[in-house]
């Protein structure tokens, strides 16, 4: 039996402790954060299973907490990210500039994500929501960007304050903060105002279009392992509160007879699809492998967008799947990427090449990762979008199909390129003498994800199973699953079946792979074009400019949504410009126009 | 013990530092340190003085709503005293009488009589202010603030000519009684307004806070954003609560022009570069909301709010114009990396800025969910919604501003911080963390509040 105000109060004292310790020693604060978080996933994964959480508060005041199967599948599955990523946090502190301070702020935003997923109180939930936004706002500007953080901040409360606008609306109407009596009383009008204001909260914080632009800001410029966390367990709170937003409360609008879909639904899966194509397109543009990771992050909130606000059975527990899929996926290759550059000290792909070398595991790690994120079998990625893929299809709407589909076809061609540039080619002179494996401890995390990568694509009923938990709870019929099978809508899936042919394929390859030949290394000078010299090695990198002529189709347009917010921005500074001109000047006389101006028009005839 | 020892005492004490000279900081000291504690000591009542029966003579209101009031204006003007008093030696007996007249604002309940003190607390601020060594921007305080008060009394004249009294609560129930209608009144109460709104630092009556705030130091600026605010806002919160009437449409365009005065003060904060207007926008913007959330009835948690951007701005203003005053100049960019290696200052003044935006674990989160949700009770959406977009933007020019002052990485100011500053931050910014957790007792007293009535206990 676990208490879920002990564990979460366990955790924020814990933080507290990690900062003394890391005052005294760097790496001994994050290992603080190692041992918590483990503790708080174990406690929360095994209690939560075995429904003997403790839902009762003692010390907290107004805090109170349920167990719903909701709360706990995201529970587990970001206290196991922040779990995971926690042993990157040794490796890693010393190069940041306040480390205690990282490890206290880590843990403290763990306790608030635990506190958004297991209260039952609407104003406790925006508390915790908004004390995750400020305690990893902070780790941001530790890494690379100092901008990247107040965007965080810009966008993440404009969602914050959507949801809170909608919990006084509900509260009005329902006169509790209750979150289960508040969102069932609201009705007509309020309940499309408030699943619009909740579809808001959920867009900024998933960094869904036209939501979009902090989120390849923050994840492309924090610390490594601050990437890893924000991808697979804090952005996720936005797919939390979508889930209450789109598949909570019915959709609204007009309602289109041939597929049953209201207005509402296409426009969110519209914007959802969208996030899709611009994700996948500005990632194919990156040379960063961590912004290319960040904007493919961002297209696969648009599936999990698309996928709620269909709301059947196929797209929900597809779109829940991506969730888990998509947090395993991208953490493991935040993390791989992060051990790169912890070794190199970069993360641009074209300063990179070969590093397969001498890291064979992230080699492998990373594989894995994009081949879930692509969505090919035999990884989770693959069961998640077979699901939506269907649920698209089924519905009718055929724009947003192509969307999805461009989405998977265009993350072919974006994952492949880090591990085509990063790992694979030749070694760059410069990286050759410094580079070796991660040490054993980071390896632990990723070699960990990776195997529940390959378990989650092969055999996906244990975790739809505990989907399906879900899909009862909020409302939607669960998905036919038997032991080995899963059953959409135009067919049965057997994972399993898929996976033992894609492993005697790769057993074949390898075995001709073992007998044939080696190849033979050669340096990257070894080598000549038209009958010249090559004399800088960086040239002759394979991953420059590698989709120039796709890019260029777009190029102009790239900067709208940022172009956008930079204007609004301006707007806003010209304003106050502008009040300061007119009312802040050096002369009182000034002042007294004003005090007449607005007296007289006061005063004008009878409006008093 | 008398209230009246209050208002008495610093004023005797400001003779007698004339006499003494040399122990004049310490007078002060002392008598201010005395004023803080002599407040526990005193019972809660009304004072007749001059043994004139209420409506006739003059009377000091020592309520709940002053006592919260002269607590912590009497706390904060120590703490700044305690930092300043030996670098502002010859300001000593200015700010005993800064004293007498602020602590005569929170209690006074006779109108006129608030338009005395007005006056001693202003000329007293205008002198304070001289030490910004900006003569144009302190004489246009003077004339601000001569217009100001001139335009309160024009008001209080009008009154005095239609209900023949001046005592506060006598006033508010005469109105009653009479059965005025609110738009023969509206005239006299928007003078009143307008006069005590160049004082409250509200749009468009504030151009003198500019001058006097982007050019502050260690004194004054703790002392105008942070004391004097807090007392007009506790005075402008009692009138705007108990004495005055407005007609629905002034409420209106009142509403408005504070609305305006919010939007107005953020986004001029928004598109500043130097950290002393940054702050002085941003708190141009809370006065509004301030008087806004009086203006809306709700006593209890405009007191508090009042509290929380008095305590926050005080750690704000003595931190920056520390800093400032070391280094001349308050550019952002200049003032770069500030708390790398003053870590302890750092802390007090994110606490203070964290509190000021509204992010939970801190007071200011308690009060404006309260005030929002008292707001939203009243099936108010939009002005919710102008103070939500409003601090949207607070937000950001703050985390900037925070981002800035802790991260860089070489050629780092050199600000050395003495230890009563940062004791005094430091204890502020832990008081806003334990109110921003252990919230029960703000809110008994904020509904105690609530219910005080003035009309009744004004006129014991």
């Known amino acids: ?608 | 013990m008398s209230a009246i020892l209050l208002i008495v005492v610093p004023l005797l004490a400001a003779f007698i530092s004339i006499l003494f000279k040399k122990a004049s900081p310490y007078i002060l000291l002392i008598v201010s340190f005395a004023s803080v504690i002599v407040l526990g000591y005193i019972e809660l009542e009304v004072i007749t003085i001059g043994g004139f029966a209420s409506p006739y003579g003059i009377n000091l209101v020592f309520d709940q709503y002053s006592l919260i009031g002269l607590y912590i204006v009497n706390t904060l003007f120590f703490l700044v005293v305690a930092i300043n008093c030996v670098k502002f030696k010859e300001m000593s007996t200015i700010l005993l009488i800064a004293l007498a007249g602020l602590n005569g604002l929170l209690l006074t309940g006779d109108l006129f009589n608030l338009f005395v003190f007005i006056e001693i607390s202003g000329i007293a601020a205008y002198l304070i202010t001289a030490t910004n060594k900006n003569p144009l921007a302190t004489f246009n305080y003077l004339v601000a603030g001569t217009v100001g008060s001139s335009l309160y009394l024009v008001g209080l004249i009008i009154l005095y000519a239609m209900f023949g009294t001046l005592n506060m609560a006598d006033m508010a129930n005469e109105i009653a009684v009479s059965g005025v209608d609110a738009s023969l009144v509206a005239f006299p109460f928007l003078l009143m307004f307008i006069g005590l709104g160049v004082e409250a630092k509200l749009l468009p009556f504030n151009s003198w806070v500019k001058g006097i705030l982007a050019s502050s130091n260690k004194l004054t600026g703790p002392i105008i954003a942070s004391v004097y605010a807090a007392t007009i806002g506790f005075v402008v919160g009692r009138l705007l609560t108990s004495v005055f009437v407005f007609s629905d449409t002034l409420g209106l365009v009142i509403t408005i022009i504070l609305l305006a005065s919010i939007i107005a003060g953020e986004a001029m904060a928004f598109s500043s570069n130097k950290v002393r207007e940054i702050l002085l926008f941003s708190s141009i913007a809370q006065a509004g909301l301030v008087v806004l959330v009086f203006l809306q009835g709700f006593i209890g948690w405009g007191v508090f709010l009042v509290v929380a951007n008095a305590a926050g701005k005080f750690i704000l203003f003595t931190v920056t114009n520390h800093a400032s005053d070391e280094l001349g100049t308050d550019e952002v960019n200049d003032l770069k990396g500030l708390f790398v290696n003053n870590k302890i200052v750092g802390l007090a003044f994110t606490v203070a800025s964290l509190s000021a935006i509204g992010l939970p674990v801190f007071l200011g989160f308690v009060v404006k969910m309260n005030i929002l949700g008292d707001l939203f009770a009243e099936g108010n959406l939009f002005i919710p919604a102008v103070i939500l977009i409003t601090s949207v933007v607070e937000g950001i020019y703050f985390v900037r501003l925070l981002i800035k002052l802790w991260y860089k990485e070489h050629d780092l100011p050199v600000v050395q911080y003495d230890f009563i500053i940062k004791y005094v931050v430091v204890i502020l910014a832990i008081l806003i963390m334990v109110f921003g957790v252990y919230t029960a007792p703000i809110e008994t007293e904020a509904n105690d509040l609530d219910l005080i009535s003035f009309v009744e206990g004004g006129n014991l």
Do not use: C
């Open chain 1, 1 to 608: 039996m676990a208490s879920i105000e002990l564990i979460i109060v366990f955790t924020a004292l814990a933080g507290v402790l990690s900062y003394f310790v890391g005052r005294l020693n760097k790496v001994a604060g994050s290992v603080v954060t190692i041992l918590a978080s483990m503790f708080v996933f174990v406690s929360v994964a095994y209690f939560g299973y075995n429904n003997e959480l403790i839902h009762s508060t003692e010390f907290l005041p107004y805090v109170t907490f349920s167990v719903t199967y909701l709360g706990l599948f995201f529970a587990i599955l970001v206290t196991f990210i922040f779990a995971m990523v926690s042993f990157f946090n040794p490796f890693f502190v010393e190069k940041y500039k306040y480390p205690a301070l990282y490890s206290m702020l880590y843990l403290l935003s763990l306790a608030g994500v635990l506190g958004v997923f297991f209260t039952n109180n609407f104003m406790s939930l925006f508390f915790f929501f908004e004390f995750v936004v400020w305690t990893s706002l902070f780790l941001i500007p530790m890494g690379r960007s100092k901008r990247a953080a107040s965007s965080y901040y810009a966008f993440s409360t404009v969602g914050s304050f959507a949801l809170l606008f909608a919990i006084f609306i509900m509260r009005e109407a329902s006169g509790t903060f209750n979150i289960v009596s508040s969102m069932a009383s609201v009705n007509g009008t309020e309940a499309a105002i408030v699943s619009a204001l909740l579809a808001v909260a959920a867009f900024a914080k998933l960094g869904a279009f036209p939501l979009n632009v902090w989120l390849p800001r923050v994840l492309g410029n924090s610390p490594d392992a601050i990437s890893a966390v924000f991808s697979g367990g804090l952005e996720k709170l936005g797919a939390f509160v979508a889930v209450l937003a789109l598949v909570k409360l019915a959709p609204f609008g007009y309602v289109v007879d041939a597929t049953g879909l209201a207005a509402s639904q296409y426009v969110i899966a519209a914007l959802g699809a969208l996030t899709i194509v611009f994700g996948t397109l500005m990632a194919i543009r990156q040379d960063d492998a961590k912004k290319l990771l960040a904007y493919s992050s961002m297209s696969n909130g648009g599936y999990i967008l698309v996928a709620l606000t269909i709301a059947s059975s196929a797209s929900v527990s597809g779109g829940l799947y991506h969730v888990v899929a998509h947090a395993l996926a991208s953490t493991a290759a935040f993390l791989a990427i992060g051990a790169v550059s912890r070794i190199t000290g970069t993360t641009k792909m074209s300063e990179l090449g070969g590093m397969i070398h001498k890291m064979p595991v992230t080699y492998l790690v990373y594989l894995i990762a994009i081949i879930s994120m692509a969505g090919i079998p035999p990884m989770g990625g693959f069961i998640s979008k077979w699901l939506i893929f269907q649920a698209v299809i089924d519905k009718g709407m055929i724009l947003v199909a192509v969307a999805v589909f461009f989405g998977s076809i265009g993350s072919f061609l974006y994952v492949f390129r880090p591990l085509a540039a990063l790992f694979l080619g030749q070694e760059l002179p410069q990286h050759r003498e410094v580079s070796k494996e991660a040490p054993f401890f980071m390896l632990v995390p990723m070699v960990i994800l990776s195997g529940l990568i390959i378990y989650t694509g092969v055999l996906p009923n244990f975790f739809l199973g505990f989907i399906n938990n879900v899909l009862t709870e909020v409302g939607v019929t669960p998905l036919v699953i038997g032991s080995y099978t899963v059953t959409g809508t135009n067919g049965v899936l057997q994972p399993a079946l898929i996976a033992s042919v894609f492993g005697v394929g790769v057993l074949i390859a390898f075995i001709i792979f073992i007998v044939l030949k080696k190849s033979r290394k050669v340096g990257l000078m070894d080598t000549y074009t038209a009958g010249n010299f090559i004399y800088t090695e960086e040239l002759m990198h394979y991953s420059l400019d590698f989709y120039a002529p796709l890019e260029r189709l777009y190029e102009k347009y790239i900067n709208i949504t940022k172009d956008f917010y930079k204007r609004l921005e301006n707007k806003v500074v010209d304003l106050g410009r502008l009040m300061k001109y007119y009312f802040f000047t050096n002369k009182p006389e000034i002042m007294v126009l004003w005090i007449i101006i607005i007296m007289g028009i006061i005063l004008w005839g009878d409006i008093l």
